[in-house]
DNA sequence: CAAATATATTCTCTTGCAAGCATATAGTCA
DNA sequence: TGACTATATGCTTGCAAGAGAATATATTTG
């Protein structure tokens, strides 16, 4: 699924930095570069994620590039979170209270046998 | 950083039927292990994945356990979205027209040296 | 063409899962 | 206690992906 592979792209906190670099306005991989502290060619290389991932777009102009934000993904990632996104702008809260009134369990430690 | 977290998790299809399921109301792991048609063991770790991440939490009843969701860290993925929300919202076909300007260049094949 | 610059790709190494299977744990009931 | 059910954990294997260094490609300039 196209989501799966926006999801992922996005987990990689190096990833979403370019993104909100680019958010401000178009760069070039050498600012980027330079903003992110990386070498570049980790930086080329998550370019290169976030283009297949269709998150971003490039323009040559001689041998620089201009890499731009493409925000569609992102939008197919809020579509997928508008039900969740109901829950907790209506009666989640009520619900929530009704649910812990069951015992929590996170990960009890194993107990010796008697 | 605990976005990151959220974005992995959430990268795996069934992880996010999972969420889905529980949305409707709480299930046991038997439930979801059916509806999901993977084995029993899958489904535990997805649902220990899932535990961590605090996308669900687990109530006991004897022998069996109700997982219900949790939609905390998806009010955080929610809100790093937001301002990227805002340029789909707003102006932003206007720039988009006015990048479209320049040639794009998704993976240009190479050319044998002359 | 050669040199310099900007960016991309390749390679190796290592790490992180996920699938699949076997098995452990815990609770219930006879 | 022993069988049975529900769920979790461990182990192995294969694969995808990230870090880092080296190098390739393409463009401009002299």
New binding site residues.
Partial sequence: MRVSEAF??L??P?RRQILDLLRERPR????L?EQLG????????????LREAGLVR?G?D????WYRLCPEPLLAIDQWLAPYRRMWESSFAALERHLDSMPDDD??P?????
Same sequence: chains 1, 2.
């Fill in positions: 992922q792209v987990a990689e190096a070039l991989v050498g600012e570069t990386l070498p570049q060619p980790s930086t080329s290389k998550h370019l290169k994620a490039v040559r001689g041998t620089r590039r990960d009890p194993a107990k010796e046998r008697t």
